[in-house]
């Protein structure tokens, strides 16, 4: 566990997807139930060339290319639909991207699987730090995903993506000024943000002076954040 000396942490913000719920599990469902309604048959090596083609799509801002017209710039509601349904337009190279993209939204209900550890640290630490959720996905599947992992009433409020004006990731240092708007904090420093992405966890919300947690175990050679550990329970012992 890598730790450096910062200030005392009073509040927790953590991600949802790989951190507290297997995101590659629940996506693996939702693609699951997207292909049976396409009457496809599933393999297993199509499923993860579509996981590495959304990683694409999100995190090289491949959506930013798509010209959004006019009528989906009406309001954010629309304009997120629009840039979402775009996935399943270049990648299935279909006619209705806005069906499939209905389809696997349900379909993401159909498989949460908690990362270990996730209610015990969640549970436990709550009682002592008021915690949030920050993520890429989309807010109605998160309360969703907190609410099957029993963790909903532990979580004080989410900010997601979609409820960006203009739709951006937490790699954009947009997401986390609206993101403190809309939890109303003055003093950064006093929450911990906790990812397992390092870019959007680490070294963006770090830029806004918030304490930082990467939870993984890969090693960066010139580490941004101030803590790292590989288990959520080494949460406990940061604060």
């Excluded at 048959?41 to 290319?65: A, G, M, N, S, V």
């Excluded at 959720?133 to 009433?153: M, P, R």
């Amino acid at each position: 566990m890598v730790v450096r000396w910062v200030m005392a942490i009073k509040y927790l913000i953590y991600d949802l997807d790989d951190t507290l719920v297997s995101d590659v599990l629940n996506q693996q469902g939702a693609f699951q139930f997207l292909l049976r309604f396409l009457n496809i048959p599933y393999r297993e090596e199509l499923f993860f060339k579509w996981h590495q083609f959304d990683q694409d799509y999100w995190k090289k801002e491949i959506y930013k290319t798509i010209k959004v017209p006019e009528e989906y710039q009406k309001n954010k509601e629309s304009y997120t639909e629009y840039v979402r349904s775009q996935r399943f337009a270049l990648f299935f190279k279909t006619d209705f991207p806005f069906l499939l993209n209905q389809v696997y939204q349900q379909g993401l209900f159909s498989c949460i699987v908690p990362i270990l550890d996730a209610y015990e640290t969640v549970s436990s630490l709550a009682c002592y730090y008021p915690s949030y959720i920050s993520t890429n996905g989309v807010s109605e599947v998160a309360k969703y995903k907190l609410k099957q992992l029993q963790l909903d009433s532990f979580i004080e409020g989410i900010f997601s993506a979609d409820m960006t004006t203009h739709t951006v990731t937490k790699a954009r240092e947009e997401f986390w000024e609206e993101l403190i708007q809309f939890f109303q904090i003055k003093q950064t420093k006093e929450y911990l943000v906790i990812g397992d992405n390092y870019r959007d966890d680490v070294c963006t919300p770090k830029k806004l002076g918030f304490q930082t947690c990467y939870f993984s175990s890969d090693y960066m050679p010139d580490f941004q954040g101030d803590y790292q550990i590989q288990h959520l329970r080494e949460l406990k012992k940061i604060v």
